[in-house]
């Protein structure tokens, strides 16, 4: 991932920048990682200065998504699971009906020279990172602010109107879903570790949080699984990658867990509140979800009977908690 000439070294340079939030000096090592990525397709990575990163994104993964989802309930929605901590109502909903036409696009232009601020500052709602897949990072939670997404999902299986046996999830295999506005990872996303990694070879970078720091998947070097343990209360660490053989601070989305340390608590470097800001305008935003799917409800009475209904074929199966691995999605 790193141009020739290696993005490590024991005494990496650094520079003065000016963003919104003020001037700070960062590290520059970062830089030629940064550019060496592999950014996807839903994603587009411009520098347009010597420590800036600009963004652009769609708001879609550039992985293909599960067909069937499920969202919170907020009215008229057909209930099909309860979650399983929260005991959120959850209704299901189509991935290319409901959720693509709804997701948004970003532009976020971050300082990619780092610097560790005097304390740490918390992730709050919406976008805390972005990923090479071009989707967006979020912290751990969901519904109550302080169930880890991870560990309050729901599933529910049904047949579909092809007669195919469909199960859908709130949070998929890749710790992923839609909150409405943008797709997002709460946890370590292996549709996009795959993109950078082996099944069991050393994480590269997958993508850059808020403060400007690099965002890795849950192994080191010798591609151990990094244990939570070893990370500060950030989930960060100073040790060395592929792209910094002589190591440098970067966070970990650990692999197996389920814990509010299956993401990023606080950012350790210095993040401006306009950065913050913008990544807040990705937040939830399930009304424009949920209106589309009356909408469509709405459009699918007027059909023939014998047409389906939007939400779903009649069920052939039921919801089957103990059929989910939250852990490894």
């Known amino acids: 991932m790193c141009v020739a000439g290696g993005c490590s070294g024991s005494s990496a340079a650094t520079t003065t920048t000016t963003t919104g939030g003020g001037t700070t000096t960062g590290n520059t090592q970062y830089v030629a990682a940064y550019k060496a990525a592999t950014w996807g397709s839903t994603v587009t990575a ?10 652009v994104t769609t708001g879609k993964p550039d992985y ?21 901590l929260t005991n959120t109502a959850m209704a299901l909903i189509s991935y290319a009906s409901m959720i693509a036409p709804a997701l948004q696009g970003n532009t976020i232009t971050l300082n990619i020279c780092p610097a560790k601020a005097s304390s740490t500052t918390a992730t709050g709602l919406g976008a805390i990172g972005y990923l090479i897949s071009g989707t967006a990072m979020f912290n ?28 859908a999830y709130f949070l998929d295999q890749c710790d992923s879903h839609s909150n409405g506005n943008t797709w997002h990872a709460h946890g370590n996303p292996n549709c ?3 993109q950078a990694d082996t099944s069991t070879g050393p994480s590269h970078i997958i993508g850059v949080a808020l403060d400007g720091y690099p965002i890795y998947g849950g192994r080191d070097i010798n591609g151990n699984i ?39 608590n606080c950012y350790v470097g210095t993040v401006s509140s306009q950065t913050v800001a ?23 009475r007027g059909k023939e009977k014998k047409s389906k209904p939007v939400l779903a074929a009649k069920p052939a199966g039921t919801m089957d908690m103990a059929s989910m691995n939250m852990g490894s999605m």
């Open 64 to 84: 293909t998504p599960n067909p069937w989802y499920l969202a919170p309930a907020s009215g008229g929605e057909t209930v099909v699971a309860h979650s399983t």
């Open 226 to 264: 990094v244990s939570v343990s070893s990370l500060d209360a950030c989930n960060g660490i100073t040790s060395p990658t592929p792209e910094f053989p002589s190591g440098a601070y970067h966070y970990v989305l650990p692999i197996g867990v389920t814990t509010e340390y299956v993401s990023i």
């Open 140 to 167: 751990p939670y969901e519904m109550d602010a302080t169930t880890a997404a991870v560990n309050d999902n729901a599933s529910y299986t049904f047949t579909d109107s092809n007669g195919v046996s469909q199960t």
């Open 46 to 55: 411009t520098f347009p200065s010597s420590c800036e990163m600009t963004l």
């Open 278 to 300: 913008e990544g807040r305008k990705l937040a939830c935003n399930m009304k424009m979800m949920f209106a589309m799917l009356e909408s469509a409800q709405e459009k699918n």
């Open 192 to 194: 996009v570790t795959s």
